[in-house]
């Protein structure tokens, strides 16, 4: 497992619009060790193609690390990263080592998540298991169904708004995430839009900076995931 951080001079995980270096670190038997470091300053870099050599430079040094740990990334820079050089941005504060760990458990998880997802469906009506000694009850059309409309937080003239994604797709039959999420991005236009799930969709990145839009990804406090999207 790799993962880079930005980190300032006194060694604490930082924002990429501040001088610092980008750390590239991979866990071993012992612990976290750093492989790299990568003097960065964006501020050198005042124009949109000078950022955008410089990050590419970034992606080509950190290899095939894509997993990045920021304390917050704005303007250009995410739309960059994730849209068209592939990043996960972790958006995370804290002492460091605890950070990388926590973001190696969340990235495990979102993997994880995602196998599952890609698996095969069977035919309806099959059994889940060839040990499974009793059968399975089929999902049906039956199954309950929710609203999946964003719920609006604050006054509506502010656009603000957030969707419970994972509880969206337990309590909605034969819906998938692009399903619920693309009408809401493409629809009328918001400030923010928080997206509470358990890992972010693996096309979402690629929809949103398709679309104008900038996705930032945190930790929240009962161990799911918040990405907020925003406008750039």
Same mark, same amino acid.
């Given at each position: ?67 990045? *740990? =920021? ?8 739309? /960059? #990263?994730?849209?068209? &050089?592939?990043?996960?941005?972790? %958006? +995370? ?75 969206? *797709? =337990? ?8 399903? /619920? #999420?693309?009408?809401? &991005?493409?629809?009328?236009?918001? %400030? +923010? ?40």
């Amino acid at each position: 497992m790799k993962i880079a951080a930005c980190i300032d001079e006194a060694g604490t995980v930082s924002t990429l619009d501040r001088p610092g270096s980008v750390c590239l670190f991979g866990r071993e038997a012992t612990g976290w060790v750093e492989q790299d470091r990568i003097a960065f300053d964006l501020a050198a870099r005042p124009t949109l193609a000078l950022r955008k050599e410089a990050l590419r430079d970034l992606a080509i040094r950190l290899g095939d690390c894509r997993v990045l *740990l =920021a304390a917050g990334v704005t303007g250009i820079v995410p739309a /960059i #990263l994730q849209g068209e &050089l592939g990043f996960r941005i972790w %958006r +995370s504060q804290g002492e460091l080592t605890e950070q990388l760990d926590h973001v190696a458990t969340r990235e495990a998880e979102a993997a994880e998540a995602a196998a599952v997802i890609a698996a095969p469906e069977l035919p309806a009506g099959s059994c889940c298991s060839s040990r499974c000694s009793t059968g399975c009850t089929p999902a049906t059309d039956t199954a309950a169904k929710i609203d999946i409309a964003p719920e609006q937080i604050g006054r509506p003239e502010e656009g603000r708004l957030r969707i419970d994604l994972a509880a969206c *797709l =337990a309590g909605t039959s034969g819906l998938n995430s692009r399903d /619920i #999420l693309v009408p809401i &991005l493409t629809g009328p236009p918001f %400030r +923010s839009l928080e997206i509470l799930c358990d890992h972010p969709p693996r096309w979402l990145a690629e929809t949103v900076a398709g679309l104008g839009l900038i996705a930032s990804i945190e930790a929240t406090p009962k161990s799911g995931i918040r990405v907020t999207v925003t406008p750039r």
